[in-house]
Each structure stands twice: as structure tokens, then as C-alpha cells.
């Protein structure tokens, strides 16, 4: 018997061919001949994985292009990769490309979380060509018969399941031998021989026969680790030896969770996470339509996963109780056994994935709260035997952001809300985590408890991940039963959204208050909120009160009520905090904004008026602003977004100083509580503040830690363009490089980051002409901008560099009528800070009174504003060479190169070297009667010798101050004293002044 009747059944195999009528005796002149070239693999709507599409591609192609030696042909490829990776995609795009290029295609696939019997993975594979080797085999002569099985197939020496034979040319598999073999795959038959060695030869006698018989072969076997264990050895066998013959074994498999790998041997290709970039790209090609801040949260959680980043639901702010989100399909993938952990164990899961904070003993005390069992730590070891959690000591995590969600989906709301209980019940009483999970907890109104959630909005801001403080206003309005105060709670959780940058939760928050009475501030706010970009939207008629007037358009302030009360008032500053950015472009509303703040005088140290009045009016209540910002407060105090927009205040008006100083207080806090995500934020205004203060190498620093801190994190790409069209900013005013324009998406994005992104690189750009020495472009630039409204109080900041090239250019009567209007504009109570510079311009561009205006310039305290002070000394030292007073001259320049030097103004240096030569300073950078080289070292102390050393050998302020564990300004202030003492002028000329004249 030949076995024919075992295929009596009308199944194909996966190429449609029927394997219920016997195959032709010589397939190969019936059969078209196979395209040496199978189907591109990179044009698949593939993202990330074109490496890997072109190994695919590779082993196809060995096993269809007919070789020079018989082992060139042929090829086995494993794909490794943690679920979700994209390997069954990748192996279906390799079959498609296969049955393309003329293949033939066996497939196989094992199933997670079964138990499957024996062989029933060999079977699937070799079932639909057995008819055809049975073909074969009946054609055979008789001595060709009797060749035993597998005697003319190469083992591997090192294979312990199989021994060692000489190798030989595949003879045609033999009828005696299939049929021992179809005994064994469909009626349990004990294998003859040796068991599983003669099963592996017969069935690669089998592959390799039929390959050659007819259409080479790509056997595809997903999942291959989930397969029974005779099947897994057998394949792994065959993909060994599939070298040689036109046969192409693809197999996916996941990691190995110990050594030794069983699949060593063959070629295996690791499939990695998709990077952000490739993440953000495949959720907008899959996904369209998703806003910022939900596509910000897919990526966090999917990690890279392809499978996560498609199956994973869009975050819902209505989802109670608060569970990780999931699908079945990402849950059968990443947690296919979770079902059948112990119950004490699906607890413990339940608990680390509602807190993942946690550690052990304060999840196993929750857990067993939820059971009534008291649980130990040896419940955690099913889940990590399974390898959905690993344990570091502290904690368990889980072995993907994603499997949280996949462990506990289908988790019914009663479990989910017991679970929050006795997460509550464990954590510190009062805290923002316990008030939280009390929240997800409670199913009905209780009032005592959302005004807890209100009360603790702050410590969230200032603790937890940003969405937090949100999401408790929203459940406080949940809670609340009355209206108004689910309004208020409401409208206090879209204005948190707004300004955290949550569109889309802002818009669903606004026109979830605006269903409930809100008085008619809190209602105007509601609207802009609601509808942003738009005017005069029509308000519910509840909200609004009797009567048919007009309806106030939100952002028109003239149209405003007064505040009447504490909840109206905090509604008005909202409501100016956010009209601020769009009344500023138009004089009227500015107006009106101002006079409309004016009529708060109990308010008018709070951090969101002082914002409100310096974005629109930076420099005409620069005085107000700056006397709120510095009022007496303790920080300690104020939240820190509050801390944040008082030092934005304190930038728009003009002291660069105070805003830096409370960004790095913003920077403490938030380094302190572990939350990265405003960083780049809070360093990319540290770098304004010090461009604003024309502390270049300083700010250049600020910069690029922006970009590093957001580079690859969704939603932080508009920090990364302002950072790097900043970044080139500040090289060209060291430098004195000219800036080119910005593209177009670079501008567009860094204005989501900036919104003053366009005025400061205009008059960055101007101020570069002046550090270059091109005063007759600089002039006329920075003029334009000092008198443009648009970018007034950004080129203020520049007012002496003004001042510089308008000397230059013999156009000191223009500049300073400039100066005059510009101080009348600013009023009798012209900040100091702003009037310091002033003071600074008037003594650059002054003639016949220069003593005077020098004396007086100096007469302020110019220690906090080196950028001012060094400009100042060089027109000073200018002034005196011009007099001749030759020592002075050199003593006034050499201190001007220090501060420029230490500001990391390199343009100023070859100027700064002609004045000296021009007031008698000999060419290698000592003055007549001055120091000789020889003695350079004996005028410095050990530390200043250390720092003049390392600085001469081209190293930074900041890489200096890492060596000797110094701050950067600390540095930077000893080489301020070190320059003139060395009669230098640049690091340049340190090494020359620091050289032994004995050293040849």
C-alpha cells in the first residue's frame, strides 16, 4: 500500500493546487519555470523594517536562482522578535512575494496557549505534498529503492538528534519509506530507526524532493516555538540542511527564555522596536485623524510595538473606571496564558497595572485585599515564568507598556473598582494617588470627595505626569451633585488642558461645562476654549441669564463684565491669560485688555495678569510687570507653572536676569518630582534668557540640552526646531557668521515653541551684522526693528549693539533721537533694567560729553550685565586711544576682551586685537613695558594657571568647569580676570602668552 487513499481529501495546499489527483510524473515539463527574480518586498506599506524586508527578499531569491554549486542554493532564515513586532507581516509579505515569483508555499503556524499533540505541526507542513512524493516514489528503479532513508544527506556532526552521514546527491524519496512516514504523521505510528533522527531525514527527503521535482519551495512556519516539541526539533532539523537545494524555510519565533537557543544554527534575524519617528509615522499612515495629545500617549504605551501602535484604543477621558487600555487581539499576542494564571496572580497583575509605581509588598497588600487571601511574593513567579513581568527587586514590571493593558483586558468594572479600593487602602492617606483611586472607586456622587480632588490639583501639577491634575477635575465634576459646581470643576479642568497643550481634551472639557451654569465670565471662557479661533459664539441660554442683548465675544475684553466674586475673578484672569496672545496683534483689544486687568487692583501680582499685560504690552507696563514679578512671595509656594509664566512675564519686559533665574527654579522643581516632559520647555527659555543678555556660549549650552531632552519624543518637536534655528542663531553672533533664512516648516514649527520665534532671529540676524563689524547693514536693520511695535521689545535687548553701529557709521544724532522716542514710550517709570542700557547706548554713541556719559554709565552697577559692561569698556578704550591716552587705552581694551571673551563673543576679538595695536600693543599681545611671556605664569595662582592652561587648549567654559567641578560662570569669570593680566585678548593667544621662551 502506497498511502493514496490517506489523500482522498479535495484539501490544497497553499498555492490552490488540489492534492486529491496524483501530481504529472515529470513536474518540470509541466510546470513554468520559476522567475529568478521574486517580488520586491520593500514597497509593502512597510515602516521601519526595509532591513529586514531585503533579508526576507535575499532568501527567496537563493532558493530560486539557480546556483554555480549546488550549495549556494537554498536558504533558512528565523525571524525573533517579542509579540506585536510585525513578524507574522513580514513572513505573509514573503509569501505573497514567493507564490509571485513562481513558488511553491507550505505553510504552518502554531497556536499560543494550546497544548498540541505530537507532530501536528509536521503533518500541517508536509500534508499537501505527500501525494506528490508518493508520485515519485512509484516511478523508482528498484536498486534506487533500496537505498536507506536519509543515507544521502549531510548531518551536522554537532546536531546531538541526528548521526553523522557522508554527503551525497538527493536521490527521489522511496515508497517504503513515505509510507513509514505517513504511518507515523496520521496514525501515531512509532517511528522505525531511531525515532525522531530517521522522522527529521524523511521528512527533509520529503521538502528536498519535491523541490526539485518541480517548483522550488518556501515553507513557512509561524510561531514557530509554539508548536509541539517533535515538530519544533524536526524543522529546526531541516532548516539547518536547507542549503543545497532550492528550498527556502522562513520561520518566526520568539526570544528564547533560556540557553541553550534551540534554533542555534540558523540564521537569525532580530526584530527590534520601531523607532518615534517610525512610530509617529505609521499611526499617521494607519491611523489619520488622531490629535497630539492621543498620539503622544499611543506611542508612550505602544513603545515601538507595530501591533500595540494598530491595536491599541484612542485614550477616553468618560472611561470608568481607569483601566490600561487593550484589544483582544493585542491581549491574545502579548498575554495569551493570562487567563489560566492563579487568582492570587491575576490580582497581583491587576493592581501593578492600575499602580505600576508600586512595590511588591505594597502590591501583594492590595492584591490580597481584593481575594481576602493573604498573597506572598511567590505569587508574582506563574507570571514571570509566562514572561509577562520581570522582577528588579523593588518591583515587578511588566515586559511591555502594552501588556499591562493585555493582562487585565476583559477585567469587569467591579473587579477594576475593588482593585482601586484596595489600592486606596494601602497608599498614604491623602495623597494624589489615593485620592485618584478613591476616585475610579466611588460610583456615585460624593461631594466630600471631589472637593479633595480640587483641593489636591496642585500637588498633582507639581508630582504626577501632566494629565493628571486634569483628569481629577474631571472626576470632581463627576462627582459633584450640583451643577454649578460640575461646571465650575468642569471649565477649571479645560483651562489646566489649555495650557498644558491638550486640544483635544480642552475642546471636549469646554463644551462639557458649558452645559452647566457658569456665570458670565466662566461662560466667555468656556467659549474661546469651546471654539478657539472664533468669535461670538452664541452661549446656552441658561448660562447666559434673561434678556436678548448681544452675545460678548470672548475675545473682545471691551465686551467683558466686571469679576463679581472669587470664582468670577479667577474666570477673568483665565480669560485674559488666554485672549493675552490673540488681542496682542490689535491695539484696540490691547486696550481694552489692559484697562480690563487695570480694574483688578487686588489681583495685580497674580503670575497670569503679569503674563497677560506682558504679552501685550511688554515695554509700555514693563515697570508694573517687573515690580509683580519681583513682589514678595515665597516661591516655595507658587506652583511651578506659576514659576514658569512669571519668569515668561519677566523675559516679555525686559529682565532677562530675573526670568532666568526662575526658570532654573522651574528646572529644580522639575527634576526633583521626575518630570521631564516640560524640560525642554523650561531649557529652551533658560537659552532666550540668555541670549537676551548676550551670554552666547551660555545660551548656545541651553540650546542643545533642549534639543537633546526633546529629540525623539512625540510632541516635542516644534522644542527641537526652536532649539536648532536658536542654536545657529547664537554660532552666528559668536562667530559673526551671517544666519540664513529658516525654512518654512522649521519657522512654522519653532512658533508653536516661540510664538516670538520670527522677531527674535530678525533681530538676531541684525545683531550678527553688528558683531561682524558690517555696521552699515546692522544700522539701518536694528533701526527698523527698534521702531516696528512687532519686534520693539525683542531688538531692545540689542539697543547697544544699535548704538555700536550707529557710531560706526557716523549716525549717532539719528540713533539717539531713536533712543529719545523709545524712552518716552517707556515713561517716567522706565524699569531700571531697561534703563541701564539705555545709560550704556548713550555713553557708546556720545562725542564732546563722553567723560560725563562714561562716568555715569559706570556709575551703575554693572556686575549682573557683563554684556553691557564690555561693550562699554571698549568704547571707553576707543575713546581714550583717540586721545592718546595710550596705557589707559590698553588697560580698558584688555578688560573689554575678557568680558567678550567670557560672554563667547569670538567675532570681537580680531577688532578688539586692532584697536590694541592701533594704542601701541606689540604684535604677540604685550604692551611697551608690559610682561614678557617668560614671566606669565608667575602672575597667576595655581587655580588661575590650570584654568588658562586648559582654556588655551581650545576647551570650553562648561568642559573646563567638568574638570575642575566648577560652574561654567565661574569659569568664565576667572578668565575675565586672567585676560588682561596676560595682556590677551583670545584663547587664541593664551598658548602663546602661557609658552616658555626656552621651549623651542
Request: hydrophobic fraction near 45%; aromatic fraction near 2%; proline fraction near 10%.
Given at each position: 500500500m502506497n498511502g493514496h487513499g490517506r489523500f482522498a481529501s479535495p484539501a490544497g495546499d497553499e498555492d490552490g493546487r488540489s492534492t486529491s489527483t496524483p501530481a504529472p510524473a515529470s513536474p518540470r515539463t509541466s510546470t513554468p519555470p520559476p522567475s529568478p527574480h521574486p517580488a520586491h518586498l520593500g514597497d509593502l506599506g512597510f515602516v521601519g523594517r526595509t532591513a529586514e524586508l531585503g533579508a526576507l527578499r535575499e532568501a527567496l531569491v537563493a532558493a530560486t536562482t539557480p546556483a554555480a554549486t549546488a550549495t549556494d542554493q537554498g536558504a533558512a532564515l528565523v525571524l525573533s522578535g517579542q509579540p506585536g513586532t510585525g513578524k507574522s507581516a513580514l513572513l505573509e509579505a514573503a509569501v505573497r512575494a514567493a507564490r509571485t515569483g513562481g513558488m511553491r508555499v507550505l505553510r504552518c503556524a502554531g497556536i499560543r496557549g494550546s497544548n498540541p499533540p505530537d507532530l501536528s505541526g509536521l503533518l500541517q507542513t508536509v500534508w499537501p505534498v505527500l501525494p506528490d512524493a508518493l508520485d515519485q516514489a512509484d516511478g523508482l528503479d528498484?536498486?534506487?529503492?533500496?537505498?536507506?532513508?536519509?543515507?544521502?544527506?549531510?548531518?551536522?556532526?554537532?546536531?546531538?538528534?541526528?548521526?553523522?552521514?557522508?554527503?551525497?546527491?538527493?536521490?527521489?524519496?522511496?515508497?517504503?519509506?513515505?509510507?513509514?512516514l505517513v504511518s507515523v504523521l496520521v496514525d501515531g505510528a512509532p517511528a522505525p530507526g531511531t525515532g525522531h533522527s530517521w522522522l527529521a531525514f524523511a521528512v527533509l527527503d520529503v521538502l528536498t524532493a519535491v523541490s526539485r521535482a518541480g517548483q522550488p519551495l518556501l515553507v513557512a512556519v509561524d510561531d514557530w516555538d509554539a508548536l509541539d516539541a517533535p515538530s519544533r526539533q524536526v524543522l529546526a532539523f531541516v532548516a539547518r540542511r536547507a542549503k543545497g537545494h532550492p528550498l527556502a524555510l522562513l520561520m518566526t519565533s520568539r526570544p528564547p527564555h533560556a540557553l541553550p537557543d534551540p534554533l542555534t544554527g540558523v540564521p537569525t534575524l532580530s526584530l527590534g522596536p520601531l523607532s518615534p519617528a517610525e512610530s509617529a509615522r505609521l499611526l499617521a499612515s494607519r491611523r489619520p485623524g488622531l490629535d497630539a495629545q492621543a498620539v503622544r500617549e499611543l506611542l508612550a504605551t505602544a513603545a515601538g510595538n507595530p501591533l500595540a501602535l494598530l491595536e491599541l484604543p484612542a485614550p477616553a477621558e468618560d472611561s470608568l473606571p481607569s483601566l490600561p487600555a487593550s484589544s483582544d487581539r493585542l491581549a491574545a499576542a502579548m498575554a495569551p496564558g493570562a487567563a489560566r494564571l492563579p487568582a492570587g496572580t491575576r490580582d497581583l497583575l491587576l493592581v501593578a497595572a492600575l499602580h505600576p509605581e508600586g512595590d511588591l509588598p505594597l502590591l501583594l497588600s492590595a492584591a490580597s485585599r481584593i481575594g481576602g487571601t493573604a498573597l506572598d511574593p511567590a505569587a508574582l513567579e506563574p507570571a514571570e515564568r509566562a514572561g509577562l513581568v520581570f522582577f528588579d527587586g523593588m518591583r515587578p514590571h511588566f515586559a511591555h507598556p502594552a501588556t499591562a493593558g493585555a493582562v487585565v483586558h476583559g477585567t469587569g468594572p467591579d473587579r477594576c473598582r475593588a482593585a482601586h479600593a484596595a489600592l486606596a487602602a494601602v497608599l498614604p492617606p491623602g495623597s494624589v494617588r489615593t485620592l485618584w483611586h478613591l476616585a475610579q472607586a466611588a460610583e456615585g456622587p460624593d461631594p466630600e470627595l471631589a472637593a479633595r480632588l480640587e483641593a489636591v490639583r496642585g500637588d498633582a501639577l507639581e508630582q504626577c505626569p501632566p494629565t493628571m491634575a486634569v483628569r481629577l477635575l474631571r472626576r470632581a465634576a463627576d462627582l459633584h451633585p450640583h451643577p454649578a459646581d460640575r461646571g465650575r470643576c468642569a471649565l477649571r479642568a479645560a483651562q489646566l488642558a489649555q495650557l498644558l497643550g491638550l486640544d483635544r481634551m480642552t475642546r471636549t472639557l469646554a463644551h462639557h461645562a458649558l452645559r452647566h451654569p457658569l456665570g458670565p465670565l466662566g461662560t466667555l471662557c468656556a467659549q474661546a476654549l469651546a471654539h478657539p479661533g472664533t468669535t461670538g459664539a452664541q452661549p446656552p441660554t441658561h448660562a447666559t441669564g434673561p434678556g436678548t442683548g448681544a452675545v460678548p465675544d470672548p475675545t473682545d475684553p471691551s465686551s467683558w463684565p466686571t469679576p463679581v466674586g472669587p470664582a468670577e475673578q479667577q474666570n477673568a484672569l483665565e480669560l485674559a491669560r488666554i485672549t493675552a496672545p490673540v488681542a496682542a496683534g490689535d491695539e484696540q483689544r490691547s486696550k481694552a485688555l489692559l484697562a480690563f486687568l487695570d480694574g483688578m487692583p487686588d489681583r495685580a501680582d497674580d503670575p497670569r495678569l503679569l503674563y497677560a499685560m506682558a504679552t501685550v504690552r511688554p515695554l509700555g507696563r514693563a515697570a508694573t510687570v517687573l515690580a509683580g514679578v519681583c513682589a514678595d512671595r515665597d516661591l516655595g509656594d507658587v506652583s511651578v507653572r506659576d514659576i514658569e509664566r512669571l519668569g515668561e512675564a519677566a523675559l516679555l519686559a525686559g529682565d532677562p536676569l530675573r526670568a532666568l533665574d526662575l526658570w532654573r527654579r522651574a528646572e529644580r522643581r522639575r527634576r526633583f518630582h521626575a518630570l521631564p516632559a516640560q524640560l525642554p520647555w523650561v531649557l529652551l527659555r533658560q537659552g532666550l534668557a540668555h541670549l537676551g543678555m548676550g551670554n552666547w556660549a551660555q545660551g548656545e549650552h541651553a540650546f542643545r540640552r533642549c534639543a537633546q531632552s526633546a529629540e525623539g519624543t512625540y510632541g516635542q518637536d516644534h522644542h527641537v526646531a526652536a532649539a536648532r534655528l536658536l542654536t545657529d542663531l547664537v554660532r552666528g553672533l559668536r562667530t559673526g557668521t551671517p544666519v540664513g533664512?529658516?525654512?518654512?516648516?522649521?519657522?512654522?514649527?519653532?512658533?508653536?515653541?516661540?510664538?516670538?520665534?520670527?522677531?527674535?532671529?530678525?533681530?538676531?540676524?541684525?545683531?550678527?551684522?553688528?558683531?561682524?563689524?558690517?555696521?552699515?547693514?546692522?544700522?539701518?536693520?536694528?533701526?527698523?526693528?527698534?521702531?516696528?511695535?512687532?519686534?520693539?521689545?525683542?531688538?531692545?535687548?540689542a539697543v547697544v549693539a544699535f548704538a555700536e553701529a550707529a557710531k560706526a557709521e557716523q549716525a549717532s544724532r539719528e540713533a539717539l533721537a531713536t533712543l529719545d522716542r523709545l524712552e518716552r514710550e517707556l515713561g517716567a517709570r522706565c524699569p531700571r533694567v531697561i534703563g541701564v542700557r539705555f545709560t550704556v547706548a548713550r555713553a557708546v554713541l556720545a562725542d564732546d560729553d563722553a567723560r560725563t556719559m562714561f562716568e555715569r554709565a559706570f556709575a551703575e552697577d554693572l556686575s549682573p550685565w557683563p554684556y553691557l559692561e564690555a561693550p562699554l569698556r571698549l568704547a571707553e578704550g576707543r575713546w581714550l586711544r583717540l586721545r592718546r591716552q595710550f596705557a589707559d587705552s590698553q588697560a580698558t581694551?584688555?578688560?573689554?576682551?575678557?568680558?567678550?571673551?567670557?560672554?563667547?563673543?569670538?567675532?570681537?576679538?580680531?577688532?578688539?586685537?586692532?584697536?590694541?595695536?592701533?594704542?601701541?600693543?606689540?604684535?604677540?599681545?604685550?604692551?611697551?613695558?608690559?610682561?614678557?611671556?617668560?614671566?606669565?605664569?608667575?602672575?597667576?595662582?595655581?587655580?588661575?594657571?590650570?584654568?588658562?592652561?586648559?582654556?588655551?587648549?581650545?576647551?570650553?567654559?562648561?568642559?573646563?568647569?567638568?574638570?575642575?567641578?566648577l560652574a561654567s560662570r565661574t569659569i568664565g569669570a576667572y578668565l575675565y580676570r586672567i585676560f588682561p593680566r596676560l595682556g590677551v585678548t583670545s584663547r587664541a593667544q593664551l598658548a602663546e602668552a602661557l609658552r616658555n621662551p626656552d621651549t623651542p
Open positions: 528498484p536498486a534506487d529503492a533500496a537505498r536507506p532513508a536519509g543515507a544521502a544527506d549531510l548531518a551536522d556532526p554537532a546536531d546531538p538528534a541526528t548521526p553523522h552521514h557522508p554527503p551525497a546527491i538527493d536521490p527521489p524519496p522511496r515508497a517504503s519509506s513515505l509510507d513509514a533664512p529658516a525654512a518654512d516648516r522649521d519657522l512654522a514649527a519653532a512658533r508653536r515653541s516661540v510664538p516670538s520665534i520670527d522677531a527674535v532671529l530678525a533681530v538676531g540676524a541684525a545683531w550678527t551684522l553688528a558683531e561682524c563689524g558690517e555696521s552699515a547693514a546692522a544700522f539701518p536693520a536694528l533701526s527698523s526693528l527698534l521702531t516696528d511695535p512687532r519686534t520693539r521689545a525683542a531688538a531692545l535687548f581694551l584688555r578688560q573689554a576682551a575678557a568680558g567678550f571673551t567670557m560672554l563667547g563673543a569670538e567675532a570681537r576679538a580680531p577688532r578688539i586685537a586692532a584697536e590694541l595695536r592701533a594704542s601701541g600693543e606689540r604684535a604677540e599681545g604685550a604692551a611697551p613695558g608690559g610682561f614678557r611671556p617668560a614671566a606669565a605664569r608667575d602672575l597667576l595662582t595655581a587655580r588661575e594657571l590650570r584654568i588658562a592652561e586648559l582654556a588655551a587648549r581650545g576647551l570650553s567654559n562648561r568642559e573646563i568647569g567638568e574638570q575642575l567641578g
